[in-house]
Structures are given as structure tokens and as C-alpha cells.
């Protein structure tokens, strides 16, 4: 078998395996776990055999016409190289562990066919991007995973904040793709085809000739999808949905689409130096703004969402300055650590009945209670702060490397103003990411007060997974930088010097400062009790999670109010800690901007047809109904008047005819 007929059969076997679990979950309940979780091993065993043929080498492509069209032909086309080849091992890995993991995680959900179902499409989609030689292909895999996101982020759909964040998440991302859409069919109009190679020969040719305009149209579709300023505020609402598909969304699918677009298409946007400082900007404020938000967030997983939204700010960094084998590596590094980090958030959720961390910090004994995760969770914690020798330290410095080189001259297409502008941030975000990641460590993991109730042992499904997604957070990065050129564009991913000292230095400020104001704040703590939490020792982990979502504003408040003197966020952060903890109210400004505009707009339409359309349509039908009711009222049966008027109108008819006849 070729390797095209091997790569058809990856994202077609989840596929599959999504209308096998809809057509069969209620049916056929005993078939949905295997249904779920068969296909995407066998994805990933297909994805790991095209990555071994492809080694790095020369493209693999094919393709063939679907419709002519009379203008620019649509073709299925499939066009893997290196970066491909190695994203897509990556999103079946990922999808095969967030499977395993969510047969224990929602033994006992009853909608979990359905989930499995739509878990099993959206990685479908995923690869399908992932593997597409043409535009609206990959169009289609865009799509399919947004209203993927829908559903699955609003499973819980009893509680008010699931049902918000799955419409916020569509409407947010759809505002993105509709100037992406222009901007793809722009792009295709000037190339002649939808075909990424064609794409690419006609950039090098010269031949895009709205390169800016392209650029900035398809900047906001990417924004949109992967959760860039402006276009990220619907990300940290997402975390309303089951604790897996947050693992799956943040680490290998939707989120990492854009950025993948961007490295599939750099070219495009190189050809606009205006267009890669606009993507330095959106990178820089992103990783800064998400990583102060990260740092003033009581929720476990938002915490995790902002982290999310500043580690994909470093790849568009890298991007921005023009390599993209530094964001891709930064993309599959991150996808194993944040895996992690979500799928133990789970376990410590579930131990702890609550996701707010000013709770867990009045709570002792849980890192003894949930050893699996209390480790594993260190280990991405590391990775995420950047820490030799974990994995996010070699992709991190990877970017910062890359942004250095792009600041000193030293990288052809990139403006140097663009490496400043990512250095910079990216040096302050290393400090900031240090700093949540080991505040999220303290409080999680070493409160006082009430002992944490014993949930007895996770499900094996759930404590292997994150062992097996332990062994890349701690030993990828230090493998892969030194092979992943080969694969990619054959630039040097190794650690710079400089970069390498600022980067870790800052890293080891952020996270002794944070360890500096949590001892001078965690005294304070017993003297502040929080309330109750919503444990239940024998509960399914997803029903502890949708509980503690449901109750978490009742029975602490408003985070951003809430008093907490054990924070150590409120030292380090100051007055800012309120401000940052709102997501520095973005929300409320796209409230005022776009959302009362709109809703006063469609008031005023309601207005004008209720009140003046109706009014018109309302006097049509009074016309008529009066001259009904006039001549009602002399149908009164009598005979007798009725011919009394029918000669009555006789003789006006002959009077009136004799006058005319006479000309009087």
C-alpha cells in the first residue's frame, strides 16, 4: 500500500468511526467504547507509518479534479511533507489518549455515545487539514471542527455556561472565517487555483498581487480559530465543556489549525513586510495580555485556556519572524505538555469537587490522594515554565532563537522591527508563564485546611495516559531539536546562548518571586474559609466537573472580586490583578462596540416592522373588512327589501340613461 492510500485512510478511519457511533450508540451501547477508541489507534498506527515513509524527504502528493467549475478548479488533493507528516502523528496521538482517557472520565455520562461520536469527527477534521493539498478542502476541515467545538463545549448543556460558551466559541470564530473565506478565494483568484503547491509557485513567481490585503483578510480567520488578540476571549469560556475535549481542542486540533495554516502558507504572508509585523503585534500582545489573565484566574482550567492562548502567541511569534520549524516544533512540544496539563486538571477536579483554586488551597492532603496526577502535572508544569531540561524549554528557546536572529539582521524575509517585538514579549512572557505555573502548583497542590476527600484510585484509563503523555512533556524536546530540521525547512532549532540564559533566568524569577509571595500570603488563608464545595466521592469525575462549573459563581462570587488575601497574584499583581482577572475586559468593550449596536439595530428593525409594516398591512385588510362589514349589514333576509332595492336601482339606472340620452 502507498503512502497516499496509507494518509487517506487516517482521517477517513475516524470518520468512519463518528457514523458508526451515531448510527449504533443507542442501539448498540457495548460497541461505542471500542467504536471510540479502535479507530483512533489505528489512525495513529497509519499516521506513524506515513511519517516513517515520508522521513523528512521529498513531498508526498496527489490529487485529482472533484468538479469543474468553469474558473478555478476544486480538487482533493493531498500534499504531505515533513511539518504535515509529524502534526498529524501529533493529533492522533493526542485524539487516542483524550479517547482512552474519556472512557473513564465519562463511564457514566449518558450522552458519552454522542460525545465519542463528535470527539472521533473533530479529530477527523483535524487531519483532514492537516493533510490537504487544496484550500477548500482544508476549508471544509476548518468548518466541520468549528461546529464540532459547538457541540462539545456545550455538552453539559444544562448548566447557563456551557450553553454560553458553545454560541460564543461558533459566533467568536465565525466572525474570523467570514474575511478568511475572501481571503482564500482572493488568494485563489490571483493563483488560478485552490492547489497549496500552485499557491506557492505563483508567490515565488511574484505573482500575488494583493499581497497585504490577502494577508491581513486570512490574519483574521487564523485569529479567530486559534485564539489570537482580538479574536481569544471566547477560548477561556470554553473551558464550560468536559475537561477531555479541552485537552483535545488546546493541544492538537482547532487552536492548532490556524498556526498550522500559517506555517503551510508562510510564504503568503512573507511577501508582506506589513503583514508580518501586524502578525509580531498580534503574537506579542497575546502572550503578554493571556499570561497576566493566567495569572490572576481562580479557575483551574481557565488558568490552563490563558496558557494555552499565550504558548500559541510564542508560535505565531515564530511565524512572524519568519520560521516556521520553530513554531511547529513550539506546536507539537506544547500539544504533549498541555495534554497533560488538561487531562490531570481532570483528575484534580474530580479529587477535589471544585475547580477554584482559592479553594484547593484551603485544602490539604490532595497531591497524597492523586499521586499520578500530582506528578505528572509537575512534570508539565516544568515544561510549560520552561525548565531545562523539559521539552518546552528546547521549542520555547527555539522561538526566542529565532526572534533573535530576526532582530540582528540575520533572517532574509523578516522585518528586524518584528524580532524586537517578539523577543521582547517573549522574554517577559517566560517570566510571567513561571510565575501562573508555579502559583497553579502552590495552591493546587499545597494547601492547608480540610482534608481532601478520598475518591479511592482513578481509573486505570484515566492514570495511564497521563503517564504515557509525561514521557514527551520530560523527553521530547531534548530529542527532537536536533533531528526536527531534517523534517522541516533545515533551519537550526538549537538553543541560543543568550536567549537561552535570559530566557531560563527569567523563568527562575518569575517562579521564586511567585514561591516568595505565596509563604508571606498562605498564612492568611485559614482566617479567609471560602464556603462549600461540591465534592462526591463516588461520582463520576465528568459529573463532579459540571457540578463544580454549575456552582462555582453561587458559592464564591465574583473572582474578580472576591476577597482572597491568600493569593499570591494579588501581591504580585496589585491593582492590576482585577482588571487581568476580567480578562482585562475585553468582553465588556465588544459589548459596547458590537453587541448593544447590534441588538439596538434589531430592536429598531423589530420597531419599524411591527409598527409601521404592520401598520400598512394592518389598513389593507381594514379596507376590505369595513366594506364587508357595510354590505353585511344589508343582507338582512327580507325579501321585500330586496326588491324594494332592486327597483330602486332600476329607476336610478333608467333616470341616469335618459339624461344622457337627452345630453341634460
Not at 466541520?144 to 467568536?172: D, N, Q
Not at 518569575?510 to 509571595?517: E, P, Q
Not at 469525575?541 to 459540571?546: R, S, T
Request: proline share 5%; net charge neutral; charged share 10%.
Amino acid at each position: 500500500m502507498t503512502t497516499i492510500h496509507l494518509a487517506s485512510l487516517v482521517p477517513l478511519l475516524p470518520f468512519l468511526a463518528a457514523v458508526a457511533g451515531l448510527l449504533v450508540g443507542r442501539t448498540a451501547p457495548g460497541f461505542v467504547r471500542p467504536l471510540a477508541v479502535l479507530p483512533a489507534l489505528a489512525a495513529l498506527a497509519l499516521a506513524i507509518a506515513v511519517a516513517v515513509d515520508q522521513s523528512g524527504g521529498r513531498a508526498v502528493e496527489a490529487h485529482t479534479q472533484l468538479t469543474p467549475t468553469g474558473s478555478v478548479p476544486i480538487e482533493l488533493a493531498l500534499y504531505i511533507d515533513g511539518f504535515a507528516a509529524l502534526v498529524a502523528v501529533l493529533v492522533a496521538f493526542v485524539a487516542t489518549c483524550v479517547q482512552i482517557y474519556s472512557t473513564g472520565y465519562l463511564r457514566d455520562d449518558p450522552r458519552y455515545p454522542s460525545y465519542a461520536a463528535l470527539v472521533s469527527l473533530f479529530t477527523s477534521a483535524m487531519l483532514l487539514v492537516v493533510y490537504s493539498g487544496d484550500l477548500i478542502v482544508l476549508l471544509v476541515g476548518w468548518e466541520v471542527m468549528g461546529i464540532c467545538s459547538y457541540f462539545l463545549v456545550g455538552h453539559y448543556w444544562e448548566t447557563p455556561e456551557a450553553r454560553a460558551a458553545s454560541v460564543k466559541a461558533f459566533l467568536v470564530t465565525k466572525l474570523g472565517d467570514v474575511p478568511f473565506l475572501i481571503g482564500l478565494f482572493a488568494l485563489a483568484t490571483d493563483a488560478g487555483s485552490f492547489r497549496i503547491t500552485t499557491i506557492l509557485d505563483t508567490v515565488a513567481g511574484g505573482g500575488l498581487h494583493h499581497p497585504t490585503l490577502v494577508g491581513l483578510l486570512l490574519l483574521c480567520g487564523v485569529a479567530g480559530k486559534s485564539a489570537q488578540f482580538p479574536l481569544h476571549t471566547w477560548l477561556p469560556d470554553a473551558m464550560a465543556g468536559p475537561t477531555p475535549v479541552s485537552a483535545l481542542i488546546h493541544a492538537a486540533t482547532m487552536v492548532a489549525a490556524g498556526v498550522y495554516f500559517i506555517a503551510r502558507l508562510l510564504p503568503v504572508f512573507e511577501a508582506s513586510a506589513a503583514v508580518m509585523v501586524v502578525l509580531a503585534v498580534m503574537g506579542a500582545v497575546t502572550m503578554v495580555g493571556s499570561a497576566l489573565a493566567a495569572l490572576a484566574q481562580d479557575d483551574i482550567k481557565r488558568v490552563l485556556a490563558y496558557s494555552t492562548i499565550g504558548q500559541l502567541g510564542y508560535m505565531t511569534g515564530a511565524l512572524a519572524v519568519g520560521d516556521r520549524g520553530a513554531a511547529v516544533f513550539h506546536l507539537l512540544s506544547h500539544g504533549a505538555f498541555k495534554a497533560l496539563l488538561f487531562l490531570a486538571a481532570g483528575v484534580v477536579i474530580h479529587a477535589a469537587g471544585t475547580n477554584s483554586l482559592a479553594v484547593m488551597s484551603r485544602t490539604s492532603g490532595l497531591r497524597r490522594r492523586i499521586p499520578d496526577a500530582y506528578w505528572t502535572m509537575t512534570v508539565a508544569l516544568l515544561a510549560l515554565a520552561a525548565i531545562p531540561p523539559f521539552s518546552g524549554f528546547f521549542s520555547k528557546e527555539s522561538v526566542l532563537g529565532a526572534a533573535e536572529h530576526a532582530a540582528t539582521g540575520r533572517t532574509a524575509h523578516a522585518p528586524g522591527s518584528a524580532g524586537w517585538i517578539v523577543l521582547v514579549a517573549g522574554l517577559a512572557t517566560a517570566l510571567l508563564t513561571a510565575a501562573y505555573a508555579t502559583r497553579l502548583w502552590l495552591l493546587a497542590f499545597r494547601g492547608r485546611g480540610t482534608e481532601a476527600p478520598d475518591h479511592g484510585r482513578q481509573p486505570l484509563s484515566m492514570t495511564v495516559v497521563l503517564w504515557v503523555l509525561a514521557v514527551p512533556s520530560l523527553a521530547f524536546g531534548g530529542f527532537a531539536y536536533r533531528s526536527l530540521p531534517g523534517w522541516f525547512d533545515g533551519r537550526d532549532l538549537t538553543p541560543t546562548l543568550t536567549t537561552s540564559v535570559l530566557g531560563t533566568g527569567l523563568a527562575l524569577v518569575g517562579g521564586l518571586l511567585t514561591y516568595g509571595a505565596w509563604t508571606h500570603t498562605r498564612t492568611q488563608a485559614a482566617g479567609t474559609p471560602l464556603g462549600a464545595v461540591a465534592a462526591h466521592p463516588g461520582a463520576d469525575a465528568a459529573l463532579v466537573e459540571a457540578e463544580a462549573i454549575a456552582t462555582h459563581a453561587p458559592a464564591f462570587g465574583d473572582i474578580a472580586y472576591a476577597p482572597d488575601p491568600a493569593d499570591p497574584a494579588r501581591l504580585l499583581l496589585g491593582p492590576l490583578r482585577r482588571h487581568a482577572a476580567e480578562g482585562f475586559h475585553l468582553d465588556a468593550v465588544y459589548d459596547a462596540l458590537f453587541v448593544r449596536p447590534v441588538l439596538a439595530a434589531a430592536g429598531l428593525v423589530q420597531f419599524l416592522d411591527r409598527e409601521v409594516v404592520d401598520t400598512y398591512v394592518r389598513g389593507a385588510a381594514a379596507a376590505p373588512r369595513l366594506l364587508g362589514a357595510a354590505v353585511r349589514r344589508a343582507q338582512t333576509g327580507n325579501v321585500q327589501t330586496y326588491v324594494s332595492a332592486l327597483l330602486a336601482g332600476t329607476v336610478v339606472l333608467a333616470v341616469a340613461v335618459i339624461l344622457v340620452a337627452t345630453g341634460a
